[in-house]
């Protein structure tokens, strides 16, 4: 809508492909999640991190769901290598071409804000939570959710950009066929110990 807004054909491209691109990380993000849901019966917070208490965390029982998280959140936050929002070489500054001050600052002010929700999820449904030895739970949590924030800079810092077709044919193509198998995986592992144990 910034780009529409602002009157500019460049910043209605680059509003065109951030649509796209949310649109298609976000469909291999939400199936990467429901693995953990699958696992603990659950879409209640406090029950998926008491149950990371009794299981290991889910980073380790559901790592190719932790890793298509973690790529999908880079994309949905545009974050290099997917920072094709603001594409300074093909469209200016995408959405944000026509505006300065603070109405620029803003839309960072929001995309920062967005990076730290998808690390506090991440905290939360892979790596336990707030739970953890001999320092107190918000310790804890916010350590880990500054580790993820660390983790997505140190993504800017190393990676290249992508073009627009190899991202999006990366999400359809391969992020969301993996998050599927992942899923249909994860069924026949939590029916099958369902079975198992119900047999004794």
Do not use: H
Request: with cysteine; proline share 5%.
């Amino acid at each position: 809508m910034g780009g529409y807004a602002s009157n500019s054909k460049y910043a209605l491209i680059g509003g065109m492909r951030t649509v796209a691109q949310m649109i298609s990380y976000e469909a291999p993000m939400a199936f990467s999640l429901l693995g953990v849901v699958m696992i603990t019966g659950s879409m209640n917070i406090g029950d998926i991190v008491k149950m990371q208490g009794e299981l290991p965390w889910f980073v380790f029982l559901q790592p190719i769901a932790f890793a298509i998280y973690i790529i999908c959140a880079t994309a949905e936050t545009n974050r290099t290598p997917f920072d094709l929002v603001e594409d300074e070489s093909e469209i200016v500054a995408g959405p944000f071409t026509e505006y300065s001050g603070m109405r620029w600052a803003l839309f960072f002010m929001a995309e920062y804000a967005n990076l730290l929700s998808v690390s506090i999820i991440a905290t939360t449904l892979f790596l336990g939570g707030w739970q953890g030895p001999i320092l107190p739970a918000p310790v804890w949590f916010w350590g880990k959710v500054f580790v993820m924030v660390f983790l997505f800079m140190w993504f800017r810092w190393t990676f290249p950009r992508t073009r627009v077709d190899q991202l999006l044919e990366f999400s359809w193509k391969v992020l969301l066929p993996l998050a599927l198998i992942n899923l249909f995986l994860t069924g026949v592992g939590v029916y099958s110990l369902k079975e198992f144990f119900a047999s004794f």
